[in-house]
């Protein structure tokens, strides 16, 4: 079934200037000063990042960057406190900033897969975990592996126990790429640094970075100044302290609870009570949450100022509405659709967006909305930008209050609209009590 609000749309544009401009912030790379850790595990590919702005990744890659740093916060925030989480430390003119850092640094690693012999699967993330612990002056410490959640697959996590027998050799190693790179950018000549991991791998710089004739990488570590072993009750605490994302239950209504009425109606009668989410299912919530909150960092810092929030008021609802330049703006990131959606089609493919935008508009009193889709599966153009204009926003008010009567007063859930779109039934938690939303 459409949006109940289709019949009040006005008009449709895709603005391909927002578009632009948005996908312009997101692939920008922030300029960088300082020598980090990061710059140091293959620093000829960081010389060729910072001289070479205009080489910019492919979308695909710039959105794994993004989930991954999105990740890394949130989980950060899940298993650990806010005094711990991303912690920088400085050292002979070295930054480095540490995922958590209680009493040992502990460093993750986002993967499509998980390796068994970190030392040598990829010796560049024990190397980065051991110049942190050479920095804060400690033996060892945490790596941990997450599988993420892709393609039906469910994720996982590994930890390994990591002590490192020569923190004096990988300091002087520290200093010696530092020392390299430092010349490296004064003179504008990379020819002294070492050949990078990436060489002849798919690099963005691979047509000019003479990695071919490079002296090869010097390991700071090996099998004989390093001992990883995996720590499977480490893997199993951590698991364990993820919270629940579901949280206490929720008294007050939302304008999502409009748009789902049906589902709202449920929740509030006790009924289908959701069943405590498996420590996988909180990981893959938090892969999820962490790239939708590094997707809306990169526009709300990317345009100061332009970007804000609104409260505005609707009956006992104290709705927050996100604002781009003055206007009703909805973020979505989409991770079903093969295509982009046509503009005509909107109100039968997005019908949750289409209602919460019109909802949007309606108690902002703005006839005009705009949409912002972010299409996770497609490989290259990931936004669409669609601006909607909306007629009769009394009528639209009308349909909200009527919906919120209902379920303030606790009228049964099939006297309310059906949620949309149909297929999110198999996946909401009151399916089993016989929605029957699916029916439309």
Request: aromatic share 10%.
């Amino acid at each position: 079934m459409p949006a109940f609000c289709a019949a009040y749309i006005a008009g449709t544009d895709a603005n391909r200037t927002v578009k632009d401009e948005l996908t312009a912030v997101i692939t920008r790379h922030s300029a960088r000063k300082r020598i980090s850790v990061t710059d140091l595990i293959n620093p000829r590919q960081a010389f060729f990042d910072r001289t070479h702005p205009e080489i910019q990744p492919s979308p695909e890659r710039t959105q794994q960057m993004m989930a991954g740093t999105g990740f890394h916060e949130a989980f950060g925030r899940a298993v650990s406190t806010e005094e711990f989480v991303e912690q920088l430390v400085e050292f002979n003119e070295i930054v480095g900033k540490i995922d958590i850092y209680e009493e040992l640094p502990v460093e993750l690693k986002t993967t499509g897969s998980i390796p068994s012999d970190p030392v040598g699967w990829r010796p560049s993330h024990v190397e980065q975990l051991g110049m942190y612990c050479a920095m804060v002056d400690r033996p060892g410490g945490f790596l941990l592996y997450y599988k993420r959640s892709e393609w039906g697959q469910p994720p996982d996590l590994k930890a390994f126990d990591l002590e490192f027998a020569d923190l004096p050799g990988i300091t002087a190693e520290m200093v010696r790429r530092r020392d390299l790179f430092k010349e490296a950018l004064d003179t504008g000549n990379p020819d002294r640094l070492p050949r990078c991991e990436w060489f002849d791998r798919h690099c963005d710089f691979s047509a000019f970075c003479g990695c071919a004739r490079a002296a090869p990488l010097e390991r700071m570590v090996g099998p004989g100044t390093v001992r990883a072993r995996e720590n499977p009750v480490l893997a199993r605490r951590v698991m364990a302290s993820i919270g629940t994302s579901t949280g206490p239950p929720r008294v007050t209504l939302g304008l999502n609870d409009l748009v789902f009425p049906r589902k709202a109606a449920f929740r509030r009668a006790g009924d289908g009570e959701e069943a405590e989410a498996s420590p996988q299912e909180r990981m893959s919530s938090l892969q999820r949450q962490g790239f939708a909150e590094a997707l809306n960092d990169a526009l709300w810092y990317g345009f100061p100022g332009d970007f804000k929030r609104i409260r505005v008021p609707f009956g006992s609802i104290r709705a927050s509405i996100m604002q781009f330049r003055g206007i009703p703006t909805l973020l979505r990131t989409n991770r079903g659709a093969k295509e982009m959606v046509e503009r005509k089609r909107l109100a039968d493919e997005f019908p949750h967006y289409i209602d919460r935008l019109a909802f949007e508009c309606a108690v902002a009193d703005s006839p005009r909305g705009r949409l912002i889709v972010y299409y996770a599966v497609l490989r290259e153009d990931k936004f669409m930008v669609y601006d909607l204009w909306f007629k009769d926003l009394p009528a639209i008010r009308a349909e909200m209050q009527r919906r919120l009567d209902l379920l303030e007063r606790g009228a049964p859930p099939h006297d309310l609209p059906a949620c949309q779109p149909a297929w999110m039934e198999k996946y909401c938690q009151f399916a089993s009590t016989g929605c029957r939303c699916a029916e439309g």
